[in-house]
């Protein structure tokens, strides 16, 4: 071994001679060279250990939840949001996950927690954490927005930036026991046609979800994204509703009682029911509709200059899979079909992208997604003709970001 | 035939053998005895379902409303600062500016029960025993002009209240979207601008790369 290391050494001052001599290349003396290398480059990091539980580098600390303080009462019963124009891909890091909560964020010891099913069932069951993990698991990539996700934009443009104006949407892998299994270990009476979930927070949040859906493809999570539920994500448990609003995924969920009509909570009649320009008010507005929004450029994502840029954005549907997104940088009157980054799943956050040359010019740039089921994303002011401005919930509408000739990008509103 | 048959038989038997290892699915979890369900029933359905025993007047209410309650949401239950109006806003629903509140918004008078004994005064819920829940929920129908001044509330009276806005809700039979194809070359819309959120001014300050 060591004699070939010295015979390759050898070789290889022959060549720096031959080639020297030859003048092919320029050849410093040891004395004069000086590699150029950063201090990181010269020095020993920390070692393993440091952090036995990783952060993101220092230098992205700007990238955190931020809330609108002017938007609630108090913190407890508040809302921040996930900074989308900072993410790549469609998987939300836990940390980002967008918080809503209605008297702050309780801490459960898992070994204490426990689910009651009962009700209109054959044999009413008490589940530890534990037993729930012995149940075969499933995960699944899906989006929870809450259905006050652009809330504020129902009367024009209002927040200046994505991370307000959609920010209350993440997308992660949540691992967990399909409902269908723990309802059927307690066997459900013939009666039975809605659930009562109920939260072990000091809101006790309650919502009624229809039986249907709970067999259809809820799950009992545990886990997002390989790892246990954080604390504000519903540690120890939470409910997955694939395509439903935030609302109705219950956090730190306790308690699921069978029964033949809803229990008409007041999260679902003074709130989260969508008033109507008559004055009625539309109820049980689970699904959360056909979306898409571009998150770069953005009113937080400038542009530098003319030249290239790839516009990047995210699109959704709580129907199923997204079928195309286009993108239009005339308000509007043209549209051209972006690419859709594999994978495309139902009830997920689906990227795509739109290679653009910017000349400089003023520019308005949207996005109009179409699901798989062919609704397409309205306009506001197609949205507003049939809701009016105060549904609160459920605006799907198409999102304007002027461009200005410095670069700047800006929530606007057309019409 | 003969293929059906054996089809049918190795089906009943798996089905034999699921059933006699798992005889509840996998056999998770633990029977939950009725006092454990007590416990923890404390959901309330319009039809009075799920509301205790016991019973509160107006005037009892008054007196907890004022000690537990009205420091956020005003002695009048109009709001302090922020926190949530409990009254007013009768018939402003198609307003500009809708204010919804248990008279001019809440379908159920059963819900203000559920909702105050699970998680109202905010941040000491569930200190209101049942007694006082109906008591402060009988107020605060008072404060709303949907009950007289010696309405007593009971499990039987307050399914009974009907509250002015309990027909406004409905559901909606099918989605209002647009579907199929849509424009792509020269459609009409308008293309002006007429808001801009920065004239508006109201995002909070944070540093823009």
């Known amino acids: ?415 | 035939m003969a293929r059906w048959r054996t089809f049918a038989w190795v089906s009943l038997l798996l089905a034999a053998g699921g059933a006699a290892a798992q005889p509840a699915g996998l056999g998770l979890g633990r029977p939950a005895t009725p006092a454990e369900i007590a416990a923890w029933s404390i959901a309330v359905r319009p039809d009075g379902q799920g509301l205790p025993a016991g019973k509160g007047s107006v005037a009892e209410g008054e007196q907890l409303y004022l000690q537990h309650c009205a420091a956020c949401h005003g002695e009048f239950g109009e709001g302090a600062g922020r926190f949530p109006a409990l009254m007013s806003g009768q018939g402003s629903l198609r307003d500009h500016d809708p204010v919804k509140t248990i008279g001019s918004y809440w379908p159920y008078a059963t819900t203000v029960w559920d909702y105050v004994f699970r998680s109202m005064p905010f941040g000491n819920a569930q200190s209101l025993t049942a007694d006082e829940t109906y008591a402060v929920v009988a107020y605060l129908l008072h404060l709303n002009d949907v009950v007289d001044a010696d309405f007593v509330a009971d499990a039987k009276r307050l399914p009974a209240v009907r509250l002015p806005n309990a027909a406004g809700f409905f559901e909606l039979a099918e989605p209002d979207l647009p579907r199929g194809e849509p424009c792509m070359r020269d459609c009409a819309v308008s293309t002006r601008v007429i808001g801009r959120a920065r004239a508006i001014d109201v995002t909070p300050e944070r540093r823009l790369e």
Not at chain 1, 298 to 323: D, N, T, V, Y
């Open chain 1, 1 to 415: 071994m060591s004699g070939r290391g010295r015979n390759r050494r050898g070789f290889l001052a022959a060549a720096g001679g031959v080639l020297g001599a030859a003048g092919l290349a320029p050849v410093l003396r040891a004395a004069e060279f000086k590699p150029e290398a950063p201090d990181w480059t010269k020095n020993l990091g920390p070692g393993v250990d440091a952090a036995p539980y990783g952060k993101p580098s220092p230098h992205e600390k700007h990238v955190i939840r931020r809330s609108v303080e002017w938007l609630t009462a108090t913190p407890q019963s508040s809302v921040n949001f996930t900074p989308l124009h900072e993410l790549d891909g469609i998987v939300t890091p836990n940390g980002l996950c967008f918080e809503r909560h209605h008297a702050g964020v309780p801490d459960i010891p898992p070994a204490e927690h426990k689910l009651l099913v009962h009700g209109l069932v054959e044999r009413p069951l008490k589940f530890s954490m534990a037993e729930l993990r012995r149940f075969p698991p499933t995960s699944v990539f899906h989006f929870l927005e809450c259905a006050a996700n652009g809330g504020m934009e129902w009367r024009g443009a209002q927040l200046n930036g994505v991370q307000y104006t959609h920010g209350m949407l993440h997308c992660v892998q949540y691992t967990g026991v399909p409902l269908r299994l723990v309802l059927e270990a307690a066997g459900l009476k013939g009666q039975a046609k809605w659930l009562l979930l109920e939260g072990a927070d000091a809101a006790a949040m309650t919502r009624s979800l229809p039986l249907a859906k709970a067999l259809d493809d809820c799950l009992l999570a545990y886990s997002m994204n390989g790892e246990r539920l954080r604390s504000e994500q519903g540690y120890p448990l939470r409910l997955v509703v694939p395509g439903w609003e935030g609302n109705i995924w219950v956090k730190w969920l306790r308690r699921i009682e069978l029964g033949d009509q809803p229990w008409q909570t007041r999260e679902e009649t003074a709130k989260y029911t969508d008033l109507m320009p008559d004055g009625r008010a539309r109820r049980f507005t689970w699904l959360q509709e056909v979306k898409s929004v571009i998150t770069d450029p953005a009113p937080e994502a400038r542009l530098a200059g003319k030249g290239f840029r790839c516009i990047k954005g995210l699109a959704w549907s709580g129907e199923g899979r997204i079928a195309r997104v286009d993108v239009s940088r005339d308000g509007g009157r043209n549209w051209t079909t972006a690419r859709l980054e594999p994978p495309v799943l139902p009830k997920c956050l689906t990227r795509f992208y739109l290679d653009w040359q910017w000349s400089g010019e003023e520019v308005l740039l949207q996005s109009r997604a179409i699901d798989e089921k062919g609704f397409v994303q309205p306009s506001p002011a197609v949205l507003q003709k049939t809701r009016g401005v105060n549904p609160i919930y459920h605006n799907n509408g198409i999102q304007t970001w002027a461009v200005n000739r410095d670069g700047t990008v800006e929530n606007v509103r057309l019409g």
